[in-house]
């Protein structure tokens, strides 16, 4: 019978019930959705980088290894493969389309997988293995000829297999790009053979290698079985296996954060609507003691009522969880358009279990300790209806401001001290939901002036063109006077065993321009040296301070004076040819920078990259991000409007009695809207101006956690606190006027005959 | 000169599937200023004649004639007027705001009622001069009846509706409260108009209403009233 009271129960607060439900399962969905992308992530790139031997660390040397140096790699103890690689950009013939040109020289070591046509052969003198994505996209089949052109050799061959790499898990063809464009991009492997008859000699600048042995060992290892210091990046250092980790830590953040605040508020609820509902029903309590009911038996009624919800909520949040997480976590969602992944599984983490389990048990405590509360006593004190907390004299009553109040102020200044956990709970609802607009929107804000900053306005060119490798500066100077250009001179250094890198900047025509942490341009200077603000912050540097870097391959190092502090998408160290010169540091260059749209083809340029590419590779990466701001922008508004409502409704119950006594004594139902419309408001207002720097600090936090590789610079416009505000007290207004419309059916009669 | 007329007021409630008369084509007059007792069992109607008068509810016909307006065709607001200015309530269980003291609970009438009358004068009157600022839960019974008589008078209404105003209080504190109210109304010269089953209550009205089955059964006038003291609680 007691199961039947149940249902009926639940059906008659089933306002609260569904709510509830709702906000379980918000909760558990941020939880499940955002634990499950990272651990698929995680999962899903391992089983990419296993099968095609993503190197753990790759020896760098722009002249080329030797068969001879390969032989002493793997030689190393400790080393369990090693390959020797080549990886360069080249332009397709006839298109303006970029393949990164990949050899191996042991398939088994910075591979791939075939994912349609034939299996790679070393042996074949034409075949090209090419990237399944960039073939899709751009209609080419196994069978088509293929042709590419580095510097002027043109290499011809035919597709042989489509393909999916490790090394290009996220592949970006240039470090000014930032989502992967397979369109415009992709990559292609082919056999040493071939790149042999192509070149006419071997050329291989990297050796890659899969060892189990620590970076200081490897290192001191290689560059002594090497006889050199050899630039040495570990797969921290690559691209697709930093952005891979970095979109792992971001889900693992959004993870953490989220569930928090969401799970908070549910469970915060959770204990006002129990508490509720068993004050409600203690005279019925009180009945079933009376009757002979066991106090374990009515407490395993409550707190399965506690259960139901829980269970419920936690279903349809893995549901919501998983959907959110294949959202993101498929080929065609969120990251399809950042990994090219061979397997898209979603996995669950082990401890996820773990949480959904204990966020039940809590709730079920939660139900457990309402009704125990209620229970206590003999069944003759449990008959007895709940009586709320003695009423005290406020501090404020003892002012003069007081006596000038108006009785619904004092009334629901009152009521709001008298109910501290419902009260508590609206500003929390009002909170959580400012906090959730303002930094989604602040996060926009956040990513739009960047964008605008250090894309559209810092970038001043239209064609960066990459030099050769084997160009001297004499014959790069001779582009950059035929284009009318400033150029760049870019290289890896070492910096506390750190690899940074140091740019040398000639920029007469203000093509590239550099940004501080106030989002201001800044002019380098020939007194020194501009470094980033990660390097600042690492090594605890300030302007004045000295920085010392050696670059590989000569064993000398410089120091530098720095002069300024620059916010930069790459970890570097800024200088001009002149100071350059004064510290004695040889640079080469290897871009220049041009107003020039039409670049000729010459031996001396290895590629051209416009501004246009560049501001395109973020349509993708914005479009993605704007998604994620609506879908929190929705939970945020979701999540406003059930706690509130949730908790308008129960103080409109609590009241009942007392809006029925005013209605009684001649209050209009439009003066006793009012009344409950202002406790609501002030609570809202009170909310919100605590949530906006909350919500400033939470957002601070994100981008430091979130993104902190691109130094962005936190803004906030004006629109963001209009929005975030008038959302916000559009949802208290819209929840407070359905509530207040229910005075009109206020039973005065009724209300009045039972006891107080 | 009525202050009170009904003619012909019927009152049917929908309880589920079938209709309850709570009153039956009831025809009423009362003249200002006399101290009126409707008597009747439980069931009866007279909480529904009470109600109907105080504006808490409207009938489903007839006309209801207070202070020469007909009530009955109010809407919602205009009864809420009518509540402020021309009626006050006393109830068994006192419906105190809780969370307003004493003297707000009286005071609060001013926001609605312009020409309230003052609520720390009628706190003395009532005998509550030391409570201005106790909240209703620290008050007895009696007390609290007290602050709600205060409460009705303070709006200065033609008309003061009870609904078992001692129901909820020992016979000594139930005296208390009826000369309390006698003599107040005979102060204000208000109408007073009290609904119970306590027959003791009726030997001190001018008029008794005896009211069975949604009906008016009869009507009496007493001549001569016994006071409070006079009856045999």
């Not at chain 1, 004050?279 to 407490?299: S, V, W, Y």
Request: hydrophobic residues 45%; contains cysteine.
């Amino acid at each position: 019978m007691l199961t039947r009271k149940l249902w009926r129960t639940m059906w008659q607060y089933r306002a609260q019930f569904i709510s509830m439900v709702i906000m379980i399962a918000l909760g558990v969905g941020v939880f499940v959705g955002f634990n499950m992308e990272w651990y698929s992530i995680e999962k899903n790139i391992d089983y990419a980088f296993t099968q095609t031997g993503f190197a753990d660390y790759r020896l760098v040397n722009k002249a080329g290894f030797s068969l001879d140096d390969y032989n002493q790699i793997v030689g190393i103890d400790g080393v369990e493969k090693a390959a020797r690689y080549l990886s360069v950009n080249t332009a397709v013939k006839d298109s303006s389309n970029v393949i990164t040109l990949t050899v191996t020289t042991n398939p088994e070591v910075s591979g791939f997988m075939v994912i349609n046509g034939n299996t790679y052969n070393p042996d074949s003198t034409n075949g090209i293995w090419l990237s399944d994505q960039y073939a899709e996209r751009n209609h080419l089949h196994v069978g088509d000829d293929y042709t590419l052109v580095y510097q002027t050799i043109e290499i011809t061959g035919k597709i042989e297999g489509l393909i999916k790499s490790g090394e290009c898990l996220i592949y970006i063809p240039d470090e000014s790009q930032v989502m992967p464009d397979f369109k415009t991009s992709g990559f292609a492997y082919v056999s040493p053979v071939m790149l042999k008859n192509a070149l006419g000699y071997e050329y291989y600048p990297q050796i890659n290698v899969i060892s189990n042995l620590d970076k200081k060992e490897f290192s001191e290892k290689a560059n002594a079985v090497l006889g050199k210091t050899t630039l040495l990046l570990t797969k921290d250092e690559t691209i697709s296996y930093s952005e891979a980790m970095g979109e792992s830590n971001e889900g693992k953040t959004m993870g953490a954060i989220l569930p928090v605040l969401f799970l908070a508020i549910a469970i915060l609820t959770m204990i006002t609507t129990m508490h509720r509902i068993t004050t409600n029903e203690k005279t019925q309590i009180g009945t079933l003691k009376a009757l002979g009911f066991k106090d374990c038996t009515i407490k395993l009624h409550y707190t399965s009522y506690a259960l139901m919800i829980g269970l419920m909520g936690s279903l349809l949040g893995i549901g919501i969880g998983y959907g959110l997480a294949y959202y993101i976590m498929n080929p065609h969602g969120a990251m399809g358009t950042y990994f090219d992944m061979p397997q898209w599984n979603l996995y669950m983490p082990c401890f996820g279990w773990v949480v959904l389990l204990l966020i039940n048990a809590v709730l079920v405590f939660v139900g457990y300790l309402s009704v125990r509360k209620m229970l206590r006593g003999t069944p003759c004190e449990v008959l007895r209806p709940y009586v709320p907390t003695k009423i005290k004299n406020l501090k404020i009553e003892k002012t003069k401001l007081w006596n000038r109040f108006s009785f619904g102020t004092k009334w629901n200044l009152r009521d709001i001290f008298r109910h501290k956990s419902r009260s508590l709970m609206t500003l929390f609802g009002v909170l959580g939901c400012v906090l959730l607009t303002v930094a989604s929107f602040g996060m926009k804000d956040t990513m739009d002036a960047f964008i605008d900053v250090f894309y559209n306005q810092a970038i001043n060119y239209e064609n960066a063109i990459n030099i050769a490798e084997t160009t001297t500066n004499d014959q790069a100077l001779a582009i950059c006077d035929l284009y009318q250009g400033d150029w760049a001179a870019k290289s890896s250094v070492q910096v506390n065993d750190k690899t940074l890198s140091v740019e040398v900047y000639y920029v007469e025509h203000n093509y590239v321009r550099f940004v501080d942490s106030h989002l201001k341009f800044i002019e380098l200077s020939d007194d020194g040296v501009l470094i980033c603000q990660r390097i600042a912050d690492d090594n605890h540097l300030c302007v004045g301070d000295e920085i010392t870097f050696s670059p590989y391959g000569i064993n000398q190092s410089y120091t530098a004076t720095i002069v300024g502090i620059n916010n930069s998408m790459s970890e570097s160290i800024v200088m001009t040819p002149a100071y350059a010169n004064r510290i004695g540091y040889n640079y080469k260059i290897n871009t220049i920078y041009t107003k020039a749209k039409d670049i000729a083809q010459d031996s001396v340029i290895a590629s051209t990259l416009s501004k246009t590419s560049i501001l395109k590779s973020f349509d993708t990466f914005m479009d993605v991000m704007n998604k994620m701001i609506y879908l929190l922008v929705i939970a945020a508004v979701l999540l406003g409007l059930i706690v509130l409502y949730n908790l308008g409704v129960m103080s409109y119950v609590e009241r009942y009695r007392e809006l029925a006594t005013l209605k009684v004594v001649g209050f209009k139902d439009k003066q006793i809207g009012k009344i409950l419309i202002s406790q609501n408001l002030w609570l809202t207002v009170l909310g919100i101006i605590v949530g906006i720097p909350v919500g400033v600090g939470v957002l601070n936090i994100l981008i430091k956690a979130l993104a902190s590789e691109y130094e962005m610079v936190l803004v906030l416009g004006p629109v963001t606190f209009i929005v975030g505000i008038v959302a916000t007290l559009g949802v208290s207004l819209l929840v407070s006027f359905l509530i207040s419309r229910k005075n009109r059916k206020i039973d005065m009669v009724e209300a009045l005959k039972g006891v107080e | 000169m009525n202050i009170v007329e009904l003619k012909n007021v019927s009152k049917v409630y929908q309880s589920g599937e079938h209709e309850v008369k709570a009153l039956n084509d009831v025809n009423l007059e009362i003249e200002q200023g006399k101290f009126v007792v409707i008597l009747g069992p439980s069931g009866a109607g007279k909480s529904t004649l009470l109600n109907l008068l105080g504006g808490l509810d409207s009938p489903s016909s007839g006309t209801i004639i207070v202070d020469g307006k007909d009530i009955a065709t109010y809407s919602a607001d205009e009864l809420a007027e009518y509540r402020a200015d021309k009626v006050g309530f006393v109830f068994q269980f006192y419906n105190l705001v809780p969370t307003l003291t004493v003297y707000e609970n009286v005071a609060l009438i001013k926001e609605i009622a312009p020409d309230a009358l003052d609520a720390k004068e009628l706190l003395n009157k009532v005998g509550l001069a030391d409570h201005y600022n106790k909240f209703p839960v620290q008050l007895s019974g009696g007390e609290q009846q007290r602050v709600s008589i205060a409460r009705a008078l303070a709006k200065n209404p033609e008309v003061i509706l009870c609904d078992e105003p001692t129901g909820a209080l020992d016979s000594e504190t139930g005296v208390m409260i009826l000369k309390l109210l006698l003599s107040m109304a005979r102060d204000y010269n208000k109408t007073i108009i009290i609904v119970t089953h306590n027959q003791n209550i009726a030997k001190m009205a001018d008029v008794v209403v005896k009211v069975k089955n949604g009906q008016i059964v009869s009507v009496d006038e007493q001549k001569k009233p016994l006071t409070v003291d006079e009856v045999d609680w």
